[in-house]
């Protein structure tokens, strides 16, 4: 059974930090390349990072420079370190598993990040 387990979103202050992390199972997890979205109440999902199965990454403009994405293999796990947040940034953040070859996708539960004084 395939599973994606995201944690780690909590209320933080502007200017704070976070560590998402997404707990995988059930898949190869180091054939797949690896993404964070993220969707605002009243706006479409949209795609925030994406590491590839080769440890290659790419970020959406808004959050270049202050959130980086990671994986640990030996772990099943990928990361998304977020700093200096703005309350822009507060959305339900998803984590996403992808396997073109095979057109495997799949997608955790979501995690609540809420940017606000």
């Known amino acids: 059974q395939v599973q994606l387990v995201e944690s780690g979103g909590e209320l933080v202050q502007p200017g704070g930090s976070l560590r998402l992390s997404c707990a995988a199972s059930?898949?190869?997890?180091?054939?797949?390349?690896m993404s964070w979205y993220r969707q605002a109440p009243g706006k479409e999902r949209e795609l925030v990072a994406i590491i590839s199965a080769y440890g290659s990454s790419t970020y959406e403009g808004s959050v270049k420079g202050r959130f980086t994405i990671s994986r640990d293999d030996a772990k099943n796990t990928v990361y998304l370190e977020m700093n200096s947040l703005k309350p822009e940034d507060t959305a339900v953040y998803y984590c996403n598993a992808l396997r073109t070859f095979t057109r495997e996708n799949y997608w955790g539960q979501g995690t609540q990040v809420t940017v606000s004084s």
């Open positions: 059930g898949f190869t997890f180091s054939r797949f390349a």
